[in-house]
């Protein structure tokens, strides 16, 4: 598999292509144009689906070097991608595949051309520009009913943050899943019950 990194990098807050291998395809099907992020636990980028429907040909793809992980990094990988399939629901980044090619797994999701909620902030900071009323009551309702859709799979997001929330049409949308079941940490609440505890 091509390096990731060798395709496409970065430029300050804009993305910029370098077509070393235009024609190459991922999984017999998929195209880097361009690296849209990166962080601890992966790199992100933006790629064309050559099976996909008119319109739908943007996706983005989160690459995992299974290499570089322990496996309880490589488990969570899994996990991440597992819940993501089960997740259908307007507010909730659409997953559409995941796989292994060689030592990176990847992970295939919707494209939110919108970026995330923390550059619109500061866009719009930088303007000088205040949101509407309205606006931020409409993306905190489509917030809360993302995560009631959660809790009612026994579902924690982790890490529920304005970088981690996508907007699509201007629809807002939670992604960057490192997410795990309640049950899972049952223990931890139980031992944090006579403490006051924001899990978001």
């Not at 959660?150 to 049409?169: A, G, Q, T």
Request: one cysteine or more.
């Amino acid at each position: 598999m091509l390096k990731f990194q060798e395709t496409a990098k970065c430029v300050g807050r804009r993305p910029t292509v370098i077509p070393m291998y235009p024609t190459a395809l991922i999984a017999r099907r998929y195209v880097l144009q361009q690296k849209l992020g990166s962080g601890s636990f992966g790199t992100v980028y933006l790629v064309s689906d050559k099976k996909a429907k008119p319109g739908e040909e943007l996706k983005v793809l989160k690459e995992i070097s299974v290499g570089e992980l322990n496996p309880n990094e490589t488990v969570q990988a899994n996990v991440e991608a597992q819940l993501l399939s089960r997740l259908h629901h307007p507010a909730i980044v659409r997953f559409h595949a995941s796989f292994m090619e060689q030592e990176t797994f990847c992970i295939i999701t919707e494209y939110c051309e919108g970026r995330d909620l923390d550059y619109r902030i500061q866009e719009y900071k930088e303007a000088g520009k205040v949101f509407a009323e309205n606006q931020i009551v409409e993306w905190f309702i489509q917030l809360l009913l993302g995560v009631d859709y959660m809790h009612e799979r026994r579902i924690l997001h982790r890490d529920l943050k304005s970088k981690n929330i996508f907007l699509k049409n201007n629809l807002l949308k939670i992604g960057h899943w490192h997410a795990f079941y309640m049950r899972c940490v049952a223990w931890i609440m139980h031992l944090l019950a006579p403490v006051s505890c924001l899990w978001f």
